[in-house]
C-alpha cells in the first residue's frame, strides 16, 4: 500500500474534509501547486480558487476563498475562511453572483468599489469550475 496524504480542510463552521487522499492540487498567490506523499515541508497562501484532491482515481473538488495552506509531514492543513464541496454548490446562485458582478464592472462607475467586485467574480467563477465537475 503506498503511503497516503491526511488532508484536512477547516473552515471556522467545520472541518469540511478529513480525509486520508493521493494528491492535493491548488492555487496560492503565486501560482498552482501539487502535494504528494513525502513532499518537504511548505506552507503559503492561497488564493481563491479551486483544491482538488484524489483518492484512488476518485476526484473530488471544493472551492476555497483564499486561506492558507500548510504541508507537514504527510499532513495537508488548509485553513479557509469559506470553503464549499463542489457537490453541494448552488450552481444558480454562483452564476447569478457572477453576473452581477460583472455587471458591476462594467459600469466603471466612481462608486464601484472595483477591488471588491473582482473578489466577488473570483469568487463565483471558483464556485461554478468546482461544481462543474459533479458526478
Given amino acids: 500500500m503506498s503511503k497516503k496524504l491526511n488532508l ?3 473552515t471556522p463552521q467545520k472541518i469540511l474534509v478529513d480525509e486520508q487522499v493521493d494528491s492535493v492540487y491548488s492555487k496560492s498567490i503565486e501560482g498552482e501547486f ?12 492561497l488564493d ?8 484512488d482515481n476518485k476526484k473530488e473538488y471544493v472551492s476555497t476563498m483564499g486561506g492558507v495552506i500548510q504541508v507537514k509531514g504527510n499532513t495537508v492543513t488548509i485553513l ?4 464549499e464541496l463542489g457537490e453541494e454548490i448552488d450552481v444558480t446562485r454562483a452564476k447569478a453572483a457572477q ?5 458591476l464592472l ?15 467574480l473570483a469568487r463565483a467563477i471558483a464556485r461554478i469550475q468546482a461544481a462543474a465537475h459533479k458526478n
Fill in 8 to 10: 484536512k480542510i477547516i
Fill in 34 to 45: 501539487g502535494i504528494l506523499p513525502g513532499h518537504i515541508p511548505y506552507m503559503t497562501d
Fill in 48 to 55: 481563491i480558487g479551486v483544491t482538488e484532491y484524489r483518492t
Fill in 80 to 83: 479557509s475562511d469559506t470553503a
Fill in 99 to 103: 453576473e452581477r458582478a460583472e455587471a
Fill in 106 to 120: 462594467r459600469t466603471g462607475a466612481a462608486d464601484v468599489d472595483m477591488n471588491r467586485a473582482q473578489a466577488a
